[in-house]
């Protein structure tokens, strides 16, 4: 039951992460999450919620340390003097990136992506979080606060942790590296009675 409630916690966490970033934020291996509900990570495989990594903006990470320290509209180019428009082209032409990248489309499609980007009219200047409108909700920290950053290293610690446990009791094909003991098999008898 341990595991089923993580693995629910990290794909809720995928899946907010890629609604509150206008779908900047995706996973590889993963369809589009935004507007899925809370227990959608029941269709997905143990295995595919573990091997999702981010695709921020169209680069396809390989773990998720790099959401312990994003900063979206720095990263997007995203400047507080922009117009809402702006911000708004922006935001979708990287989404889009990020869906062309996590559908496997060609270098050809995704250069296209990148020069539409282009002319979208990003900014790469120092940036001033505190400056920021109230409608952007795309950042994770406020000055002096810590604690969403530290949720990130949470999350991403327990990730990993889970990662490890999955490598540790299954074969890359999703099979059982060991037998079921005892033990194993009278909690997923227990678990299938209360319905989990």
């Given at each position: 039951?341990?595991?089923?409630?993580?693995?629910?916690?990290?794909?809720?966490?995928?899946?907010?992460?890629?609604?509150?970033?206008?779908?900047?934020?995706?996973?590889?291996?993963?369809?589009?999450?935004?507007?899925?509900?809370?227990?959608?990570?029941?269709?997905?495989?143990?295995?595919?919620?573990?091997?999702?990594?981010?695709?921020?903006?169209?680069?396809?990470?390989?773990?998720?340390?790099?959401?312990?320290?994003i900063e979206m509209n720095k990263l997007g180019g995203i400047t507080k003097n922009m117009t809402d428009f702006q911000v708004e082209d922006i935001t979708t032409a990287l989404a889009d990136k990020s869906t062309l990248v996590r559908s496997g489309a060609s270098k050809e499609e995704i250069k296209a992506q990148d020069l539409v980007i282009k002319a979208t009219g990003q900014k790469f200047e120092v940036v001033d979080e505190t400056s920021f409108s109230a409608s952007d909700d795309t950042k994770f920290t406020t000055p002096d606060d810590t604690k969403p950053k530290e949720e990130v290293k949470k999350i991403s610690g327990a990730f990993m942790s889970m990662q490890r446990q999955f490598s540790q009791r299954f074969l890359p094909d999703g099979t059982l590296a060991r037998p079921l003991t005892l033990a194993d098999q009278k909690t997923i008898a227990g678990n299938s009675e209360c319905g989990g």
């Open positions: 039951m341990k595991l089923q409630v993580a693995l629910q916690k990290i794909f809720n966490d995928m899946r907010l992460l890629s609604e509150k970033t206008d779908n900047r934020i995706q996973w590889s291996g993963m369809p589009d999450l935004t507007g899925l509900g809370d227990l959608s990570y029941r269709t997905f495989s143990i295995s595919k919620i573990l091997a999702a990594n981010p695709i921020i903006d169209g680069i396809q990470e390989t773990s998720w340390a790099p959401l312990e320290t």
